[in-house]
Nanobody, 118 residues
Framework: QVQLVESGGGLVQTGGSLRLSCAAS???????KGWYRQSPGKQQREMVA????????IYGESVRGRATIARDNAKNTVSLQMSNLKPEDTAVYYC????????????WGQGTQVTVSS
């Protein structure tokens, strides 16, 4: 059974930092993983960061320079470190993973709420 479990969300002040973590099971650790977010009132999830099986990283424009995605294949985890947080970073953050090499990120966690207070 494929499972992604996020942790690390919470309330943060503007300018602060946070680290989100996602533990995966049922999926080989080497496949692509990523973080997406859904802001209040928005229907679409926004790509925050993705790391490929070759450890290539891409970042969403709104977080570029403030976010770092990393993976630990031994533990089958992916983390997202964000700094200089802004109120517009407030969202539910979802971990996503691919179930095959080169596949799309089509497996999702339950999400973790991040709220940035102004």
């Amino acid at each position: 059974q494929v499972q992604l479990v996020e942790s690390g969300g919470g309330l943060v002040q503007t300018g602060g930092s946070l680290r989100l973590s996602c533990a995966a099971s049922g999926i080989p650790s080497i496949y692509a993983k990523g973080w997406y977010r859904q802001s209040p009132g928005k229907q679409q999830r926004e790509m925050v960061a993705v790391i490929s099986s070759q450890n290539t990283t891409i970042y969403g424009e709104s977080v570029r320079g403030r976010a770092t995605i990393a993976r630990d294949n031994a533990k089958n985890t992916v983390s997202l470190q964000m700094s200089n947080l802004k109120p517009e970073d407030t969202a539910v953050y979802y971990c996503a993973a691919a179930k095959s090499r080169g596949g799309t990120l089509d497996t999702w966690g339950q999400g973790t709420q991040v709220t940035v207070s102004s």
